[in-house]
């Protein structure tokens, strides 16, 4: 029961051109979106994030878009460099009583950006 | 000047063998967790602590022990190691935004796993 997707397991861009990155999930009580950067060999990297509240989100050159109703985030990067070349997850949790911050992971996508 | 350090970053060890895996943050986050990332690259909670206390715990074989003696510190011992145990073991920390009786949730830091193998 997968409840955060990415259908893309993988994405090649272009240097200079925007990458979006699509998530998808399906637990309507998800109320905070989070995307996390990862390089082989280390921990992921925490990106941005968005609460349920908002519908768009932007630091520097990444944007977080949220649809409620279509229960649909996406990342964009613009423009994309090759240092961004990474897995992406996108993750979602829940406010729980008692404290923690469980986050639910999509599977990833293999962003790939090209000279 | 490492936020979140586990060790070791590798471990290989036989079947039945015991281990742990080691976790420290020194952000001052008040909540750590253990993830596993298994062989297909499904990145899941095993368990969470909130100031020394366990708050989650999913579905976890009980050969799964954490420990924390402190709110820096989240061990993961495990027992009768199986082959099937093999993946990344990835610890993370949060901070909580107490807002009543629930918590506001922020970004987990994550240290750089330790990859089990048990052949």
């Known amino acids: 029961d997968q409840q955060v997707k990415q259908n893309s397991p993988s994405l090649s861009v272009q240097e200079g051109r925007i990458s979006i990155l699509n998530c998808d999930y399906t637990?309507?009580?998800?109320?905070?979106f989070l995307w996390y950067k990862k390089y082989p060999a280390e921990g992921p990297t925490f990106l941005i994030s968005?609460?349920?509240?908002?519908d768009k989100n932007e630091d520097g050159r990444f944007t977080v878009f949220l649809n409620k109703s279509a229960k649909h985030l996406s990342l964009h990067i613009v423009p994309s460099q090759p240092g961004d070349s990474a897995v992406y997850f996108c993750a979602a949790s829940a406010r729980q009583a008692g404290g923690g911050n469980k986050l639910t992971f999509g599977t990833g996508t293999q962003l790939k950006v090209e000279l | 000047d490492t936020a979140v350090s586990q060790t070791p970053k590798y471990l290989v060890t036989q079947m039945g063998n015991d281990k742990s895996i080691k976790c420290e943050q020194n952000?001052?986050?008040?909540?750590m967790y253990w993830y596993k990332q298994d062989s297909k690259k499904f990145l899941k909670i095993m368990f969470s602590y909130n100031n020394k206390e366990l708050i989650i715990n999913e579905t976890v074989p009980n050969r799964f022990s954490p420990k924390s003696p402190d709110k820096a510190h989240l061990n993961l011992h495990i027992n009768s190691l199986e082959l099937g145990d093999s993946a990344v073991y990835f610890c993370?920390?949060?901070?909580?935004?107490?807002?009543?009786?629930?918590?506001?949730?922020?970004?987990?830091?994550f240290g750089q796993g330790t990859r089990l193998t048990v052949v």
């Open positions: 637990n309507s009580m998800f109320d905070y």
């Open positions: 968005i609460s349920s509240i908002k």
């Open positions: 952000l001052g986050h008040d909540t």
């Open positions: 993370a920390s949060s901070k909580g935004i107490n807002r009543g009786r629930r918590t506001m949730n922020t970004e987990a830091f």
